[in-house]
């Protein structure tokens, strides 16, 4: 299996007024292609922290991710932000949908920002293929939690980025709907054979992936 | 009572806590309340107080307890002596004059009013100069003469320097401090003072036009105001010729300026209190809008709409009502700072009158505005539901109104008119423009929503970043509406003003460029008109000269009727009925005056009188074609009949009369001349020759003295300009309150942004794009609405030309569109790339 991302080393350290954090100290693993994988641990064991640097929304104090061969540490916030908008695909337990942009809209965004023409179109196809068609034009306040999650996953998936994070992406969802998203997730990421990196407390949830890692402390256990 | 007296507790608490905690992010709008209503206080308790500084000093205005215009016809002793028994009586003498400092290269000369005065001068108030009060050695000299400080200046005068007043040789005494009437020298500008004595060696006939007698009364101390007013009246009650001026006819006048004045200022407070109105709405919307959940949870824990609204609409009231407070302590020390920046020589003392009515009468007015803009935006909350905290959902909430609402609004703002016009004879003007204010904010607000409801169908834009622009703008929470409506009226305003003051200044260097000549010549004698014709021709033979014959009349009645016993001091023509006006005869119309109505007298009779009289003026007095006008001429009464009308405009500067007779019934009449001549060069002029070969004929440089009508235009259009400014300050403060409470709100898109991929100068781009849509929308809204208030005001109120100065425009716009993209660059810029790890786990 061809390594996507692999991080050696990372430390990553929070300073809040005079007092460190430690969040992360000296993990090293990798994520290969087409590989499913799941961090378990308790809340404050770093899991969100180690998606953020995946995501290239932090910079570790320390160490070295790399990238495909690139090592993303050495990266600007600009390129960064370049990196994340071509390759990364993040679903967040909160949705985090712009409040007034309409579903169609979110979605389109995730294209927008690619210059990719018709992304309305495309959007659009995505969302019904989701079963949202009757719900192109509403805003996120007039969504169920589960269509809202399905608008989030259609926004991170429309790219067809190299690896999808998703960060407790049934949390908020009451059992039914955190099934369907589940398995809406998983079957993405197999349909188009894109890693997926997946935080949950849910461990049934995580024995579908194929690997779990679990996180103590800010290491790997 | 008891639960509801605990519900009040309850509520001032809760106000007082939500206070404290989210003071920071209301202090702009406190701010801009404050600015807003100080300024309404001010103006009010200056307009009092000079009100008030007018009335105590009525006689010192004047200069006595009467005063009695003759013009040029003396008292008789008979009556001065009949005066002398009961009142102190004092000369002056006053005529235009050149005066010339023919030590200067090349000499300087100047024109003047002169006035000799008598060593009873002045009876009221205190005459000083550099050298202290004048004593006994000025009044008994008749080479002494005492001038203005601007003067000085010009003619580069020192004490004991000698210059000339018309032929004569004078030592220039010392310079002008304080003196009671300084302000009657008017449009001559300058004064020079010299005894009776010094009069009497310049030979000056009282034949000379503009040349006046003035006497001022002062009753003995055992005389009271209105007994020494009925002697006086008794005396002169014969005489028609004669007006006897009481202090309270001149200080009218003047209180009917300040009045107008002041009300127009506070009308344009009020709009600055409007618009604070506005922040005011804004920010309650952002705040509920920022703590949709806590509201949210307040419901879901029991507490009612109305609760909640009044919590938040307390806490508004509270400050509101100690910023009024605040405000009128502040404004009741303004008459202490206003007499120390005033000019000494106008001998003002301003004091306090602020009173406990004026803070009422504004702490009201401030109050109702902001209730009318605080209900529809705390009727919002009735839009916030618990159940979205079970949606994990946000929607925005917006402006509330139902009918009942409105109804209520309607009443508000018929109560806030009416207390804000009680008692003021302008309330129609005020009615009128209050009301247009608020349908402009309206207009603004509905064009906005007309804009975006086109721009949201607009779908073949390709550009990323305006996509994104288009989203924001249309977005229910988007600023558009906050910037298009506090900084449009602020500068729908301003650009009102400049254009209406661009178009009198326009109006007078028009004329000066096109019509006007270069030099206006007074007081030319019929015995050497001939002489001063040769020697303009000679001197300047490339000259255009043109003389007319003037004399002084006055209309005593019209169609055998006094005119001033049916036509208001208020009608716009009331000056020609009211005193003395000049009169001329000419064989043909004048080229500047055209014939609008009638015919021109081709049989020109030597034994009747016609008349040609002003078009606008015979308008606004009922005069018709064919009416018979009586008028006095030196003291003889001759009947004329009104053959024609002519369009005069008086500010074109050329030679213009109301009145103009057929030359063969006027030419006896006993008459001077006055002239004006274009030359080739009017700097090859040489006044100082002139003034040696003719010294009774004075010269007046249209060019100076246009410029001296422009500075006084500027000086009240400063005022004017300075609140209107005030206005869009308070618009830009109001538009960074609503940037900054928006801030939260921006954070998080940006950070979905940030996730998504954006970068920053994306984000940056989307601003400015957004920035640059919404303030091209308020230049073409804020020229359509002030070019059409100016057009409206320029011309049928005005009678003037409408011009548009580009370049102040363009400033305008520059200058608040670069400071407001400033506030949305530096919050953005604040906003770029917010922390992702602390946001998410914290949300």
């Given amino acids: 299996m061809t390594h996507l991302l692999s991080f050696s080393n990372i430390h990553l350290q929070y300073q809040n007024g005079t007092i460190l954090t430690e969040v992360i100290r000296g993990i090293d693993f990798v994520i290969h292609q087409n590989e499913r994988l799941a961090i378990v641990g308790k809340s404050g064991s770093g899991k969100t922290s180690l998606l953020m640097l995946m995501a290239g929304l932090e910079k570790p104090t320390s160490g070295q991710i790399i990238y495909q061969d690139r090592d993303i540490t050495s990266y600007n916030e600009d390129k960064l932000t370049d990196f994340r908008k071509k390759n990364i695909g993040i679903v967040f337990q909160s949705f985090y949908l712009i409040p007034n942009y309409t579903a169609l809209e979110n979605v389109a965004l995730s294209l927008e920002i690619n210059f990719q023409k018709n992304a309305l179109s495309l959007a659009k196809e995505i969302l019904i293929d989701l079963g949202l068609e009757d719900r192109l034009q509403h805003f996120p306040s007039q969504l169920s939690g589960g269509e809202q999650q399905r608008v989030a996953i259609a926004r991170a998936i429309i790219k067809k980025p190299e690896l999808i994070l998703a960060d407790e992406p049934t949390g908020n969802l009451d059992d039914e709907n955190a099934q369907v998203i589940t398995d809406l997730i998983f079957s993405v990421s197999k349909k188009y054979q894109k890693s997926l990196c997946l935080v949950t407390h849910d461990m049934d949830l995580a024995q579908r992936c194929d690997r779990i890692m679990k996180i103590e402390n800010g290491t790997i256990v | ?843």
Wanted: with cysteine.
């Fill in chain 2, 1 to 843: 009572m008891a639960q509801l007296f605990s519900q009040l507790l309850f509520i001032h608490q809760q106000a007082l806590k939500d206070l404290k905690r989210s003071l920071r992010k209301k202090i702009t709008i406190f701010i801009t309340i404050f600015i807003s209503v100080f300024i309404l206080f001010f103006i009010s308790t200056l307009n009092q107080s000079l009100l008030k500084e007018i009335k105590s000093n009525t006689k010192t205005i004047l200069g006595g307890d009467a005063e009695i215009e003759l013009n040029n016809k003396e008292l008789n002793s008979d009556i001065t002596n009949k005066i002398k028994k009961f009142a102190d009586l004092s000369l002056n003498t006053t005529i235009a004059s050149m005066v010339a400092n023919k030590n200067l290269n090349p000499p300087q000369t100047s024109f003047v009013q002169l006035r000799a005065i008598d060593n009873l001068y002045p009876l009221y108030g205190e005459f000083i100069t550099t050298k202290g009060k004048v004593g006994a050695d000025f009044f008994e000299s008749a080479d002494q003469a005492i001038v203005n400080e601007n003067l000085a200046v010009n003619l580069q005068l020192k004490e004991g320097d000698r210059f000339i007043i018309r032929d004569q040789s004078f030592i220039l005494h010392s310079v002008i401090q304080q003196m009671p009437d300084l302000g009657a020298s008017g449009l001559f500008g300058d004064l020079v003072v010299i005894s009776q004595q010094g009069l009497t060696s310049l030979k000056i006939t009282s034949s000379e036009n503009f040349f006046e007698y003035e006497y001022r009364v002062r009753y003995f101390n055992s005389i009271n105001d209105e007994q020494g007013k009925q002697k006086l009246k008794k005396l002169f009650k014969d005489n028609e010729d004669i007006r006897i001026r009481f202090p309270e006819n001149t200080t009218n006048f003047i209180q009917r300026i300040l009045d107008n004045f002041a009300n127009f200022l506070s009308l344009i407070s009020l709009a600055s209190i409007l618009i604070a109105g506005i922040g005011i709405s804004n920010m309650i919307i952002a705040y509920i809008n920022q703590n949709y959940n806590a509201i949210a949870v307040q419901k879901s824990l029991g507490l009612s709409s109305l609760v909640i609204q009044s919590i938040l609409g307390y806490q508004i009231f509270l400050i509101s009502f100690f910023i009024c407070i605040f405000a009128f302590g502040l404004s009741s020390l303004t008459p202490e700072i206003i007499n120390y920046l005033l000019p000494k020589e106008l001998n003002f003392s301003l004091q306090n009158t602020s009173n406990f009515i004026i803070f009422i009468k504004i702490t009201s007015i401030a109050l109702i505005a902001i209730t009318i803009f605080l209900i529809p935006a705390l009727n919002s909350i009735q839009q916030l539901s618990a159940n979205s905290l079970f949606r994990n959902t946000y929607e925005f909430v917006s402006f509330q109104f139902s009918p009942k609402t409105i109804i209520v609004l309607i009443v508000l703002i018929f109560l806030m008119i009416g207390i804000f016009t009680l008692g003021n004879s302008l309330w129609l003007y005020n009615v009128i423009f209050l009301s247009g204010f608020l349908i402009t904010i309206g207009l603004f607000y509905g064009l906005f929503k007309m804009f975006n409801h086109f721009f949201k169908k607009i779908t073949f834009i390709s550009s990323f970043n305006l996509i994104l622009a288009k989203r924001n703008i249309t977005s229910p929470s988007s600023i558009g509406p906050m910037i298009l409506t506090t900084l449009g009226i602020g500068i729908s305003l301003l650009l009102t003003i400049l254009i209406i003051a661009g178009s009198f200044q326009n109006l007078i260097q028009k004329s000066v460029d096109t019509k006007a000549p270069d030099f206006f010549f007074i007081g030319i004698d019929q015995s050497v008109k001939n002489d001063f014709q040769n020697y303009i021709f000679n001197e300047y033979p490339m000259s255009d000269l043109v003389l007319v014959p003037m004399a002084t009349a006055k209309i005593k009645a019209i169609n055998g009727v006094d005119p001033l016993s049916y036509i208001d001091e208020r009608n716009s023509s009331y000056w020609v009925i009211s005193s003395e006006r000049r009169i001329t005869w000419l064989e043909q119309p004048a080229k500047n005056n055209p014939i609008n109505e009638g015919e021109w007298w081709s049989n020109n009779p030597t034994d009747q009188m016609y008349i040609s009289f002003d078009h606008d003026a015979a308008k606004d007095l009922g005069v018709k074609i064919n009416d018979s006008i009586t008028i006095s001429i030196y003291g003889r009464d001759v009947t004329g009949i009104v053959k024609n009308f002519r369009d005069v405009d008086y500010a074109d500067f050329t030679i213009n009369f109301v009145m103009v007779l057929n030359t063969n019934y006027a030419q006896s009449i006993p008459h001077e001349y006055i002239g004006t001549v274009n030359l080739s060069n009017q700097d090859s002029f040489q006044e100082y020759a002139l003034l040696q070969q003719f010294p009774n004929i004075s010269s007046i440089k249209i060019s100076n003295y246009a410029e001296t009508i422009n500075q006084l235009l500027n000086k009240v259009n400063i005022a004017v300009i300075a609140l209107a400014v005030i206005i869009i300050f308070i618009g830009l403060l109001v538009i960074s309150s609503a940037i900054l409470v928006q801030g939260k709100n921006k954070i998080y898109q940006n950070l979905v942004f940030k996730i998504l991929g954006l970068n920053k100068m994306q984000i940056i781009k989307t601003s400015l794009l957004e920035f640059f849509i919404l303030f091209l929308n308020t230049i073409f809204l804020t020229l359509l609405i002030s070019g059409a208030a100016s057009y409206m005001v320029v011309n049928f109120i005005f009678n003037i030309d409408w011009f548009l100065d580009i370049s102040a425009i363009v400033i305008v716009y520059v200058c608040t569109g670069a400071f407001t993209m400033a506030l949305i660059i530096i919050d953005t810029y604040k906003n770029l790339s917010p922390r992702v790890y602390p946001i998410i786990r914290n949300n």
